[in-house]
């Protein structure tokens, strides 16, 4: 009974700033890898960053630089960070992390529902 849920999205202007939060409650032993994915409408879905148990991070070209990925393990918790908005930044943004839900099950990704980013003047 693993949830993900993301939020704080929510209409902007450009060259605005916002923070999305992804948490995951449940039955939840361990989570490893996170990351955060955003799908505008009628294209394809885009790797935006990924952040590891250990705090290592990686990003896409497109928001390095504006974006910061980082995550509070106590709190089973991921955040996106997101500096100098543009228009082409609107879309749906989710979060994926791989969970671990007890000590003796292999663990798996999970996926949550998205929160809504809409960049414009």
């Known amino acids: 009974q693993v949830q993900l849920v993301e939020s704080g999205g929510e209409l902007v202007q450009p060259g605005g700033s916002l923070r999305l939060s992804c948490a995951a409650s449940?039955?939840?032993?361990?989570?490893?890898?996170m990351g955060w994915y955003r799908h505008p409408p009628g294209r394809q879905r885009e790797l935006l960053a990924s952040i590891t148990r250990g705090a290592v991070t990686n990003y896409a070209d497109s928001v390095k630089g504006r974006f910061t990925i980082s995550r509070d393990n106590a709190k089973n918790t991921v955040y996106l960070q997101m500096n100098d908005l543009k228009p082409e930044d609107t879309a749906l943004y989710y979060c994926?992390?791989?969970?671990?839900?007890?000590?003796?099950?292999?663990?798996?990704?999970?996926w949550g529902q998205g929160t809504q980013v809409t960049v414009s003047s």
């Open positions: 449940g039955s939840i032993f361990s989570i490893g890898d």
């Open positions: 994926d992390a791989v969970i671990t839900v007890s000590r003796s099950a292999p663990p798996r990704a999970y």
